[in-house]
Nanobody
Framework: QVRLVESGGGLVQPGGSLRISCAAS????????MGWYRQAPGKQRDMVAV???????NYADSVQGRFTISRDNAKNTVYLQMNSLKPEDTAVYYC??????????????WGQGTQVTVSS
């Protein structure tokens, strides 16, 4: 069974930085794309940043230049470095990954989410 476990969320002041991580474990044969999404109260879940297995990245306009997504393929882990944080970045951040668990095709998996709160 595949699991995605996020860590590193918390409370940070505006202008501060935070790094969150997501580790995939279980029966993993291959991982394709990985990414971060976020959901604020009363709003839909939106893409924040995604990264392909080859390292190509894409960012939401609202975080471009402030957030950096990276991955360590040897550790099946994806990271999100968040700088110059703003109160509007407050949300639950979810990890997402396309994983082949041995059945020969890729399924989407989600983590349980980690809360990021930006407030003074």
């Amino acid at each position: 069974q595949v699991r995605l476990v996020e860590s590193g969320g918390g409370l940070v002041q505006p202008g501060g930085s935070l790094r969150i991580s997501c580790a995939a474990s279980g029966s993993i044969w291959a991982i394709n794309g990985m990414g971060w999404y976020r959901q604020a109260p009363g709003k839909q879940r939106d893409m924040v940043a995604v990264i392909t297995s080859g390292g190509s990245t894409n960012y939401a306009d609202s975080v471009q230049g402030r957030f950096t997504i990276s991955r360590d393929n040897a550790k099946n882990t994806v990271y999100l470095q968040m700088n110059s944080l703003k109160p509007e970045d407050t949300a639950v951040y979810y990890c997402n990954a396309d994983i082949d668990d041995g059945l020969g095709y890729f399924d989407q998996y989600w983590g349980q989410g980690t809360q990021v709160t930006v407030s003074s």
